[in-house]
T-cell receptor, first 112, second 113 residues
Framework: DGGITQSPKYLFRKEGQNVTLSCEQN?????MYWYRQDPGQGLRLIYY???????QKGDIAEGYSVSREKKESFPLTVTSAQKNPTAFYLC???????????FGEGSWLTVV | GENVEQHPSTLSVQEGDSAVIKCTYS??????FPWYKQELGKRPQLIID?????GEKKDQRIAVTLNKTAKHFSLHITETQPEDSAVYFC????????????FGQGTRLTINP
């Protein structure tokens, strides 16, 4: 778990503003993921990527964008189109065809 | 796609008693079932997992059982301790290409001293 670094830990966004959450991993994992968690709820998949320069939408991709220019990095941009972005965001990674999915420590995003 | 249902949403047990959390899944292709423990404000931590080629797995006080025919799996915690208090999530996925874990809604477990 220590191999996945998310930043910032806390972020405040103003209405109409785009913000980017960083996720870096040094585990040499091929697949990376972004999940959203609302208070008292489970985790929902936003986007995932299996290889560099390729990514797919998850269940709640609207209002979010990602890039995968490097194997170790998978940043998430929360755009102004996401009307209710206040949540806990978790980045994760795993080896392709591996089993254990490791999570970063998470980022709290609040709209002010 | 896969859908995972988890019950109960809250569970309170006396210290030393056992706790059982149950999950059902919908996709018969799912073959990997992890359980995560999440403390308030922290990331989920894997506590145990099971693949579809076994029916039960145990690790000290924690065990997981899987019934592929009925498409359900359960987490069993014995001799519960106060530090077991947390939210527990089950998940399911098919290990092919990128694993897309689908999570249950979570169970808030409280251990009463």
């Amino acid at each position: 778990d220590g191999g996945i670094t998310q930043s910032p830990k806390y972020l405040f966004r103003k209405e109409g503003q785009n913000v980017t959450l960083s996720c870096e991993q040094n585990l040499n994992h091929d697949a990376m993921y972004w999940y959203r968690q609302d208070p008292g709820q489970g985790l929902r998949l936003i986007y995932y990527s299996q290889i560099v320069n390729d990514f797919q939408k998850g269940d709640i991709a609207e209002g979010y964008s990602v890039s995968r220019e490097k194997k170790e990095s998978f940043p998430l941009t929360v755009t102004s189109a996401q009307k209710n972005p206040t949540a806990f965001y978790l980045c994760a990674s795993t080896e392709i065809l591996g089993n254990t999915i490791y999570f970063g420590e998470g980022s709290w995003l609040t709209v002010v | 796609g896969e859908n995972v249902e988890q019950h109960p949403s809250t569970l309170s047990v006396q210290e030393g008693d056992s706790a059982v959390i149950k999950c059902t899944y919908s996709d018969s292709a799912s073959n990997y079932f992890p359980w995560y423990k999440q403390e308030l404000g922290k990331r989920p931590q894997l506590i145990i997992d099971i693949r579809s080629n076994v029916g039960e797995k145990k690790d000290q006080r924690i065990a997981v059982t899987l019934n592929k025919t009925a498409k359900h799996f359960s987490l069993h915690i014995t001799e519960t301790q106060p530090e077991d208090s947390a939210v527990y999530f089950c998940a399911a996925t098919a290990i092919q290409g990128a694993q897309k874990l689908v999570f249950g809604q979570g169970t808030r477990l409280t251990i009463n001293p």
